[in-house]
């Protein structure tokens, strides 16, 4: 496992534990029924800032009908997430790439920790610039690994080392931190190698601080997922990347290049000991909310047979992933790999 943030993510998990002795000690357990006889207690979800949207978008609107159930949801990152979440310590891990065969998998297990994947909805991998850019429109997935693998550090420097025709002018990079899932699909998608990236960049896990980076610097260049950019479009200008947008229609076709699925985990033991779990999850990925909730926070909703087969996965409470140890979907796409293993 990746060793930047991991004491913020026990310190969260700590914080959770504290509140979760603290409501039981008031007579507000951690699940159960409230005396009105509708369901109450807390879940905590921690992982991906860019799945955090669309969690929250499901948790408000929950709470709403449901306001005795208290949801915490943080955005730490797909790699806290997963520490927290295969330590047994939170209820669902928002991911933005598939649980890690070698490390976060074999965690799980140790721990007893069995989870249901759930795809959620569809992300484009947003590479934007400041709107004061008004020479670049375009960029290659060649180019962005020139830019970004680890060789390019400290000699990559100017935006016309990338392409010719771009200015002799400083290039700043702005990019999610090493914990973040998007992290993890940016570098095995543009460069190769899972993890390998310069380092020589504006980091964060929170990609709110990455568009505002952004925004803020005429040189920057950064990525981060859609909603970000859908939410700041007077702010920031999204290139194509091999001559196309990351248009709604292009990201859940794949004909995008750096489209990919967003994902919950939900775990059993948690189902079984919270009636809160089962009842928001429930909520969450139904045929009526799961649409309205992705596009209230602008991420692409799954094509409808997609989503009835993720929604056949929570209804059948099929554990494990559909993922391959290369990180390939079981059968060649998702929606065959989740026929499979129902």
């Known amino acids: ?62 709470s709403q009908e449901n306001p005795d159930v208290k949801i915490s949801v943080g955005g730490a990152g797909t790699g806290d ?20 065969p070698e490390e976060e998998i074999p965690a799980c297990e140790e721990n007893g ?26 960029i290659t997935i060649e180019e962005l690994k020139k830019l970004w693998e680890p060789a390019a550090e400290g000699k990559i420097t100017q935006w016309s080392q990338v392409r010719s025709e771009w200015p002799d002018q400083e290039i700043a990079l702005y990019g999610p931190g ?19 990236s310069r380092s020589d960049y504006q980091a964060s896990e929170d990609d709110n601080v990455l568009v505002q980076g952004v925004s803020g610097d005429p040189n920057a260049l950064g990525y981060f997922g859609v909603s970000y950019y859908e939410t700041n479009r007077d702010s920031l200008k999204a290139l194509a990347v091999n001559g196309v947008k990351p248009a709604t229609e292009a990201i859940r076709s794949g004909e995008y290049p750096l489209s990919r699925p967003l994902f919950i985990y939900v775990s059993t033991k948690a189902i079984e000991d919270n009636p809160a779990v089962e009842e928001f999850v ?47 979907p079981k059968g060649g796409d998702l929606e065959s790999a989740l026929q499979q293993s129902q």
Request: hydrophobic letters at 40%.
């Open 282 to 328: 429930d909520f969450y990925v139904s045929e009526e909310n799961l649409n309205r909730i992705v596009e209230q926070a602008r991420y692409v909703t799954l094509p409808d047979s997609l989503a009835q087969e993720a929604r056949k996965q929570w209804e059948d409470r099929t554990t494990g992933t559909v993922y391959t140890e290369d990180g390939e």
């Open 1 to 62: 496992m990746k060793e930047a943030g991991r004491s913020r993510s026990w310190l969260v998990a700590g914080l959770l534990l504290a509140l979760s002795l603290a409501l039981a000690a008031c007579g507000g357990g951690a699940s159960g029924q409230n005396d009105g006889g509708g369901v109450s207690g807390q879940i905590a979800v921690e992982g991906s800032s860019t799945v955090l949207p669309i969690t929250q978008a499901a948790a408000e609107a929950f």
């Open 178 to 196: 090493t914990q973040s899932g998007t992290f993890d699909y940016f570098t095995d998608e543009v460069v190769g190698e899972e993890g390998a």
């Open 81 to 100: 997430g997963f520490e927290a979440f295969c330590a047994g310590e939170t209820h669902i891990s928002d991911a933005s790439r598939p649980i890690d």
């Open 113 to 138: 920790v069995e989870y249901i994947e759930i795809p959620v909805a569809f992300d484009g991998l947003s590479v934007v610039v400041n709107p004061q850019n008004d020479f670049a429109s375009d």
